[in-house]
């Protein structure tokens, strides 16, 4: 029995590729999904608000863009941080010396008197202590990573392109033409950045993941019931990619710095640099309106980051889709949400599907014991 399929519809969540994994995020929720070398996969759930929380700046069209920029930043370092450590090269030695102490505990109960049960608040403070410290540097640690990916990404991707920019000064002398020169520099590197990256067999099991990530959504917003099968049909590029996002800021720079008329070059470049927030703000509102209209205009729009997507999108094997299924069903109850949007209950399909599958188990075991009457019918006759 056929079910009814409508255009695409915005369901709201969103993630990104992890070591082995992917992280999903809805609303103020999100889960990580990863494949641990046994082949299990280990999933965390955790509630993110943001640096700044529910603050109304947040939500300001425009500025949201820049918070919601950087907190995107912070939190796929941290799930990316959270990944690799069941990939660690020194994992091994760490699981047989937590094994050796465990051994040696019975042991120290037997032997030692009462005075051990006197000193448990005091080594279960201390452990308290050593996980907030733990904590506490491991959010310097992710705040550290993520300013210095942003001061490179400035350096490759503004300054860079400014100052090669400048070796056609002498042969451009419009300065808008120069600045579209520039502009197609930056995507220029930008391109060949992702392409070379994407030569690395980690990167590409990454890009593999990334492309779990869509499909998953892909087929939520198609109304598809989210199973392997289904997962597997769908398409693994999406128009609200960070991909996306980051050509629209290679292209609205463009738009941006031509209106930059300052003769001093390091002005010229400290103008440039200021106008980041700017750039993302616009960007982001470009790459909202983008994942949630699907009118003409946006799909032209949206065309150069779906290509450039094919580059960072793999396709996916199963086991990876198992993955991204399982970081999306604890953030998302994608049941209701095809129920209240395509309007038919999955759990109804799901027993009509069952009672078809015994129906059809039922009447195949009918028809093999004909079969089997026949065939003693006539063993009999021959006999």
């Known amino acids: 029995m056929g079910k009814k399929r409508k255009k695409r519809c915005y369901c709201g969540i969103g993630g990104q590729a992890v070591l082995e994994g992917v992280m999903m995020k809805n609303q103020d929720s999100y889960a990580v999904a990863v494949r641990r070398p046994d082949g299990e996969i280990e999933l965390k759930k955790e509630d993110y ?39 660690e090269e020194d994992e091994p030695e760490k699981n047989i010396a937590d094994q050796k102490k465990k051994a040696k505990k019975p042991e120290q109960k037997e032997t030692v008197s009462d005075a051990v049960t006197e000193n448990v608040d005091g080594k279960a403070d201390a452990t308290d202590t050593k996980e907030k410290k733990s904590g506490a540097a491991e959010s310097i640690a992710v705040g550290g990573t993520v ?3 942003i001061l490179m990404a400035v350096a490759i991707f503004i300054v860079l392109p400014y100052f090669l920019s400048m070796l056609f000064s002498h042969y451009v002398l419009n300065e808008s033409l120069l600045a579209i020169v520039e502009g197609v520099l930056r995507i220029v590197i930008f391109v060949a950045y992702i392409a070379g ?10 890009y593999m ?3 779990a990530e869509h499909k998953c959504i892909n087929c939520i917003e198609r109304g598809r019931e989210l199973t392997v099968k289904n997962v597997r049909k769908s398409s693994r590029l999406h128009k609200r990619c960070g991909t996306s996002f980051l050509l629209f800021v290679m292209l609205v720079s463009i738009v941006l710095f031509l209106f930059i008329r300052v003769q001093n070059p390091l002005l ?18 470009l790459i909202r309106l983008a994942g949630r209209s699907d009118n003409f205009l946006v799909r ?5 980051g779906m290509w450039l997507q094919r580059l960072t999108t793999k396709e996916p094997d199963d086991s990876m889709i198992e993955v991204a ?59």
């Open 325 to 383: 299924i399982a970081s999306v069903e604890a953030v998302f109850d994608w049941k209701v949400y095809l129920k209240e949007t395509f309007g038919y209950d999955v759990e109804d399909w799901e027993k009509q599907d069952a009672a078809a599958k015994a129906q059809e188990a039922e009447d195949a075991e009918a028809a093999d014991g004909m079969e089997a009457g026949k065939a003693a019918a006539e063993e009999s006759r021959e006999q």
């Open 197 to 206: 990256i994407s030569a690395m067999k980690d990167i590409r099991r990454v």
């Open 147 to 149: 300013a210095l990916s």
């Open 268 to 285: 010229r470049l400290g103008l440039r640099i200021l106008l980041i927030p700017v750039i993302a703000g616009i960007s982001y509102e």
């Open 209 to 211: 993941y990334h492309g």
């Open 49 to 87: 608000k943001g640096i700044w929380g529910d603050k109304k700046i947040t939500k300001i069209p425009f500025l949201r863009g820049v918070f919601n920029f950087i907190d995107s930043l912070v939190l796929g370092m941290s799930t990316l941080t959270w990944s690799a450590q069941f990939f």
């Open 300 to 304: 032209i729009i949206s065309a150069p």
